[in-house]
């Protein structure tokens, strides 16, 4: 079968990313804006975006509100915001009159605040405060909120390709999905974590994240078994302080399977390796531009030791997956394009033997030749009428065409 062929019944479908599809255009709050952000009117726009499945909502100093919504940022007819209310909205979302200050200083801040729906279901959201330049080269502030706690797809409702669902599930090794920001990474893991916790025989998965997004023991039909750390701060959700002890943490706790949250500097990426050389099956996210630029990018980081690395890496790599997302040709939400190489034995008898710096220009052959390549994905949402010519035009310059 064509590595590319569909999945499910309807082929049109396949790519699209339902949790970030809407069936009307994006209209502005109904609600007023108060002379002051209050946590009441605050709680009030955060269901409101998820409402219409918005990406993220942007409060910026000296600037109207603001979204990110089908890949785009929309500004709403609303006064401009103070930065005095939004150091006051900070301290109150992290408890702490200490936390605008400390960002002011050039200490950003990640925490996660939950709206309640009901009596017994809330939504989460990832946030992140940040200093920036003002008006007039004052101290400025953004806080960003990011809608998490979905429910998990599962990779046939993600349009997800059959090479890459058969190969997401290796007894050991790593799997690594990587793209940009924002290009659903950890959608594409969660869905991968949910066959195999959902799959016979049961398994035990340990998950460190900085910070968790969704709840994996919320997957419908869950046998196995999931424990979910977040590594951060203690006061602003963290469980565990850093990755490193993570890696010496999971050691003790007899997982079959682990996932670090992302693998972004040699902390990570060499606690993600370590795990997969004790016969655990890894999943990560990297931040990359491509499939076979991977493992490479991985150990640029690593100077003098990167030949050890690029070789571990090469050992101990099973499937990776690069995702983006492109805005869908209605407007109305995005599309998923995907390159993805299941390494072999035989591929990795190859990449071992070679130059490391030979290593990306065989992955990207053994990327057109056996796996899935980017613009054939591409070119088959735009034979779906599912992006615009101008996506796939930008995805064919990039890539030349080849």
């Known amino acids: 079968m064509d590595a590319l062929s569909p999945t499910t019944a309807s082929a049109q479908r396949r790519g699209v990313v339902e949790a970030l599809v809407s069936t009307t255009k994006l209209v502005p709050p109904g609600f007023p804006m108060p002379q002051k952000i209050t946590m009441d009117y605050l709680d009030q726009l955060l269901l ?7 990406e993220d909502l942007v409060l910026l100093d000296e600037e109207p509100l603001s979204v990110l919504w089908s890949d785009a940022v929309h500004r709403f007819p609303s006064r401009k915001i103070y930065l005095s209310e939004l150091q006051e909205l900070l301290c109150k979302l992290v408890d702490d009159p200490g ?11 990640d925490f996660n605040y939950s709206v309640r729906t009901d009596r017994r279901k809330s939504v989460r959201f990832r946030c992140t405060a940040t200093s920036c330049l003002g008006l007039g080269g004052a101290k400025g502030l953004e806080i960003i909120f990011r809608p998490v706690g979905k429910n998990i797809p599962s990779l046939e409702q993600l349009g997800v390709e059959e090479y890459v669902i ?31 916790l959902t799959t016979e ?35 602003y959700g963290g469980h565990l302080k850093t990755y490193e002890e993570a890696v010496r943490n999971m050691l003790r706790r007899n997982p079959h399977a682990v996932y670090f949250g992302e693998a972004r500097d040699k902390e990570t990426i060499e606690g993600a390796i370590f795990s997969a050389m004790s016969s655990h099956l890894t999943y990560t996210t990297t931040h990359t531009s491509s499939t076979h630029m991977t493992l490479s990018r991985m150990a640029d980081p690593f100077g003098v030791d990167r030949i050890r ?29 995907r390159s993805a190489l299941n390494i072999t034995n035989d591929m990795r008898d190859e ?16 990327t057109e030749s056996t796996g899935l390549s980017l613009l054939k994905s591409a070119e088959q949402q735009f034979s779906f009428g599912n992006i615009h010519q101008r996506s796939l035009d930008a995805i064919e310059q990039e890539l030349g065409g080849s």
């Open 166 to 196: 058969d190969a997401c599930t290796p007894s050991a090794g790593i799997v690594l999905v990587t793209g940009p920001t924002g290009s659903g990474k950890s959608t594409l893991l969660d869905s991968m974590q949910r066959k195999l």
């Open 48 to 54: 409101y975006c998820v409402a219409n499945r918005v």
């Open 309 to 337: 690395i690029i070789k571990s890496l090469i050992e101990n790599t099973r499937l990776i997956v690069h995702q983006r997302l492109l805005p869908k040709s209605d407007g109305l939400g995005r599309v998923a394009i």
């Open 201 to 235: 025989p049961a398994k035990r998965l340990l998950s460190f994240c900085s910070p968790i997004e969704n709840d994996l023991r919320e997957i419908d039909g869950l046998i196995g078994q999931v424990v979910q750390a977040d590594i951060g701060a203690p006061g």
């Open 351 to 366: 990449l071992m033997r070679a130059p490391v710096d030979h290593v990306p220009v065989l992955m990207k052959e053994y």
């Open 99 to 109: 936390a605008a200050l400390r960002v002011a200083r050039a200490e950003p801040c």
